[in-house]
């Protein structure tokens, strides 16, 4: 069960929504929802849309800077976002939020959309054993000079999406996970972790308006006559 409701956010330019969903999950514990979120060596096996995504550095035993870049429907370009992500695990909490800076190694590419993820954040509750609410809650700027009504439309049919593959890769997970170095859990034992460490002076904050706009409402235009022929 899947329920969203949409925030309203006003940006430096115009009006966004933004969804807030919350899945109530009875199958898979609130471990196991998190550790999927964690693995990429995983998500190559359930992100259907992700092109490249790997870890950059480590800034302390909770926090790293990771690439991630995304194939999007034709006619617009592929995105990607370096983002800082951070965690906390409590008692019966898990919680991951992450958000867009900029890395000296890692500039925007020629051949796609520098994004930005403002705000993204999952929290994840546990209710038992094999059991858990799933909270997602995604505050992004696809960049682009997408219309609004595109990114509105787009984000409250995303975010469903996202969460049930999410849901479907956690029912897997452990079946995959004991085939495949099922000791090895960086992100709950540091001492794992093999990613060189990175001042977080390095690093600062990738403000949605420093960056290029590639405008794409022509090729939505088009796209949009071919299929109305």
């Known amino acids: 069960v899947i329920s969203c409701r949409a925030v309203w956010v006003v940006s430096c ?3 966004y929504v933004f969804p807030q969903c919350k899945m109530i999950v009875k199958d898979v514990s609130a471990a196991t929802m998190f550790d999927v979120l964690h693995d990429s060596r ?9 092109q490249e995504s790997f870890d950059i550095a480590r800034l302390s035993a909770n926090a ?47 051949n796609l959309v520098r994004a930005v993820s403002i705000q993204t954040g999952y929290y994840i509750k546990a209710t038992g054993p094999n059991s858990c609410i799933f909270t997602y809650l995604s505050q992004a700027d696809p960049k682009g000079s997408l219309p609004k009504w595109v990114v509105n439309k ?13 849901h479907k890769a956690g029912q897997e997970y452990s079946n995959w996970k004991s085939q495949n170095s099922p000791d090895l859990k960086p992100w709950l034992h540091p001492e794992q972790n093999t990613l060189p460490m990175m001042d ?17 409402s022509s090729k939505l235009d088009a796209n949009e006559g071919e299929d109305s022929s």
């Open 200 to 216: 977080p002076a390095e690093l600062s904050i990738q403000r949605a308006d420093s960056l290029e706009n590639v405008d794409e």
């Open 64 to 110: 790293d800077v990771g690439y991630y870049s995304w194939r999007c429907p034709i006619p617009l370009k592929n995105r990607d976002v370096v983002t800082l992500r951070s965690w906390q695990i409590t008692d019966d909490e898990y919680i991951m939020v992450n958000f867009s800076v900029k890395h000296p190694k890692f500039p925007p590419r020629s």
């Open 154 to 166: 787009a984000s409250q049919v995303l975010a469903p999406k996202v969460m049930k593959s999410v």
């Open 13 to 15: 330019n115009p009006l």
């Open 42 to 50: 995983y998500r190559k096996k359930w992100d259907v849309t992700m």
